[in-house]
């Protein structure tokens, strides 16, 4: 497996790639990417210049892993958005190995920060099917894990949960928002 820069001129990798995206989210409702119409929007707007678009290759040459980062606040603070790793292919160590090269990418651009947000759409975690209102933050404080959730796969990374968007997708539905340091400050 390699991972190296998506590019432009890719136009068969980017659609495998939208492919993984339409693949890889099929157990969310709503779907971000219901089809490969919109998911190849995606892609391609991750090509812009005030992003990262990296995706892992397999060894014949076609996409199993794809991750993106998103400039933000004059490129002090990145967001990761999204990581998706083809089903027959995880748990092998690609989306650690994409989410580690994002963090060097991010750091050698001045970057101090990577964020992401991991919904909870299925009452996968205890914030998830909550009224997290009126302390949001008390939930926060014991989250844990009760389904299938990347909750951990990002704590292992180093990743703490720094804060939520309650109801984000629908009443108990939560954006749980993450982040890490990927710069050493001296």
Known sequence: MRISDLELEE??????????LVDGFSHFNPHPWPTLSLATD???????????????????????????GIRHYDGNVWELHPLVVAEAFRKKGIGTSLVRTLEKRVADQGGLTLYLGSDDVNGATTAGGANLYPDPIKHLAGIRVIGYHPLEFYRKLG????????????????????????RRIT
């Open 11 to 20: 136009s068969g990798a980017i659609r495998q790639v939208a492919q993984l």
């Open 42 to 68: 995606e892609v391609e707007e991750s090509l812009k210049p005030d992003r990262i678009s990296l995706v892992a290759m397999s060894k014949d040459d076609r996409p199993v892993g794809w991750i993106g």
């Open 159 to 182: 990743f703490v949960v720094t804060g939520v968007v309650p109801d984000a997708n629908g009443l108990g539905r939560p954006d749980i928002l993450m982040a890490k340091r990927v």
